[in-house]
């Protein structure tokens, strides 16, 4: 049997700086790009590719790439570029539509695609302006990750922002109830990130377990609310005195995973 090989030391390298430092020229591309109207976006260098800014991005060759939809043709280019990855701490934010097979039912299809377009346009919203990228929209679900190149002020503290502020945009905070029921989930460990697949089908991917927690937390959590392992809170610096704490059994983990909640209205104070 042919053994699993890993990639060369100098791509590993290679990505292991990108993820932690970034390169230059996209941190200032992130810069500017966010200011322009209006998504969606590039997943990676939030280029718009609609509205008034996606004339600028097409003259620059960054409009949406038809082999990875979520990446602008540019950010594609350099996924085939520079295939491989490695291992570095990150965080995580998977956030999941609630009751979603109810709420098709009780409409029409085309109503409930524009229901999850507003969705998708929500969680963008927040996840962009807390530096995060997207990874996919899969179905009624949003994966997004943080990673430190992106924010080296904390991409903990900067995903569970997201995640809250994506419980009040889809208004929790609504005495007559959300217009769309979310629950999230938070979790920052270490994970495998970088391009793989062949020539077109090339993509920007996380493999690992912290990756496979943060969606067993989002399937967990109830509508309105954001479990946050113990470990991202500790790296995003929470005060969890007064925070509800949980163990979970989550599917698949043989290993109880301890959890605080935070809801629409948590303050996040820092320890």
Known sequence: MNQPTRAP???EEFWRKFLMEGDPKERAARRIFRWLPHGPRCGLCLAPFSG?????????GRRR???SPTVCTSCFTYLE???GGAEVVMTFLFADVRGSTTLAERMSADEYRLLLDRFYRTAADAIFGADGAIDKFVGDEVVAFFIPAFIPAGHARRAVE???ELLRATGHDNPGGPWIPVGAGVHTGLAWMGAIGEGARTDLTALGDTVNTAARLASAARAGEV??????A????LDTTDLERRTLE???KTERTEVVTLGVSSVLVTS
């Open 250 to 252: 989550l599917k698949g």
């Open 65 to 67: 790439s038809q082999q």
């Open 9 to 11: 030391q100098s791509d």
């Open 52 to 60: 008034a800014g996606a004339p600028l991005m097409r003259a620059l």
């Open 162 to 164: 997201a995640a809250v």
């Open 234 to 237: 500790a790296a995003a610096g």
């Open 81 to 83: 570029k520079h295939h």
């Open 227 to 232: 479990l946050v392992t113990t470990d991202a």
